[in-house]
């Protein structure tokens, strides 16, 4: 019986202690802006969310930003949004290069079909070609993209009679003239494919449709043009995720380069971003 009563007490101690480390852990994440769901849904229970408004995050502003390509009036920022016309195709980088990092970001599209992202790690060789005036290539830098893409952009490619198998519109993570091993599902297109296209000075390397390594997302979870989207991503030692409204869904590993420039992109159609916010990483 002493024996008994003796083990009924190691048991609860050692649930004590079990119970102290685990407060210990939520109070060190809640410390660098990680807070528990209040309510945990048993399809997702690794499911939490992001407080952006912690101490040890910063919001990017105007200052934090330099023109790349675009034109004068491309981009605007007013009280807390950051406009895009669309056009040209073209890119806003950041000040400051980026290696480990986690942000946020909220997207909106104001027209149907709108197509944007934005780029991780863009190299500063591929910065530097697109501000000469000599750019061989295309309008956007190599790096890995995080996509911004309407619901109608599918259709509009199938009344166009063009394939809709290569990408979806719930946040596509793929590299652009890098390399990335992405987390599955991965797009059904073949893996591996070079292209090589003139914008009017050469041959340029490209990725086409058949973009090798897209991560597809594995939830569905984006809200279509003239509503808000909330990405969350988190890109440490070559690795990226993606959250997507509060859900991780895509990414990718082995990324190369992981290193460079935060890139927001205009591609065509007007979007609004606002809430960018980073906190780097050791």
């Known amino acids: 019986m002493a024996n008994s009563i003796f083990k009924f ?21 809640a410390a660098i802006g990680f807070s528990a769901c209040s309510q945990v849904q048993d399809e997702d229970l690794a499911r939490i969310s992001i407080d952006s408004q912690a101490d040890t995050w910063q919001e990017l ?28 195709v ?28 934005v780029f991780i790690w863009a190299s500063p060789d591929s910065i530097e070609r697109l501000t000469s005036s000599e ?13 911004m ?16 198998d290569w990408f979806t519109t ?20 073949p893996n591996k494919r070079t292209i090589r296209k003139s914008f009017g000075k050469g041959l340029f390397e490209i990725v086409g449709r058949e973009t090798p390594g897209r991560s597809f997302p594995s939830k569905h979870l984006s809200k ?28 990718g590993t082995d990324c190369d380069p992981s290193t460079g420039y935060i ?9 609004l971003f606002r809430k960018i916010r980073i906190r780097e990483l050791p």
């Open 90 to 117: 073209s890119v806003l980088r950041t000040v400051k290069t980026y290696t480990n990092f986690e942000m946020t970001i909220e997207w909106s599209h104001q027209e149907p079909g709108g197509n944007s992202g």
């Open 9 to 29: 007490s190691e048991v609860k101690i050692e649930m004590n202690v079990l119970k102290q480390k685990f407060k210990g852990i939520l109070a060190s994440l």
């Open 170 to 189: 719930h946040g596509d993570v793929f590299p652009v003239r890098a390399k990335m091993t992405p987390f599955p599902p991965v797009s059904p297109v």
């Open 224 to 251: 279509g043009h003239g509503e808000w989207n909330h990405y969350y991503i988190r890109a440490i030692n070559g690795e990226v995720r993606l959250w997507v409204n509060g859900q991780e869904v895509s990414g």
């Open 61 to 88: 502003s105007d200052k934090d930003f330099a023109q790349v390509n675009s034109s004068e009036d491309t981009w605007r920022w007013e009280d807390d949004l950051l406009y895009c016309s669309g056009l040209p």
């Open 263 to 271: 890139c927001l992109e205009s591609e065509g159609s007007p979007i």
């Open 135 to 147: 750019n061989p290539g295309p309008p956007l830098p190599d790096g890995i993209e995080i996509q």
């Open 149 to 164: 893409l309407d619901h109608t952009f599918t259709d509009f490619a199938k009344a166009r009679g063009e394939p809709t």
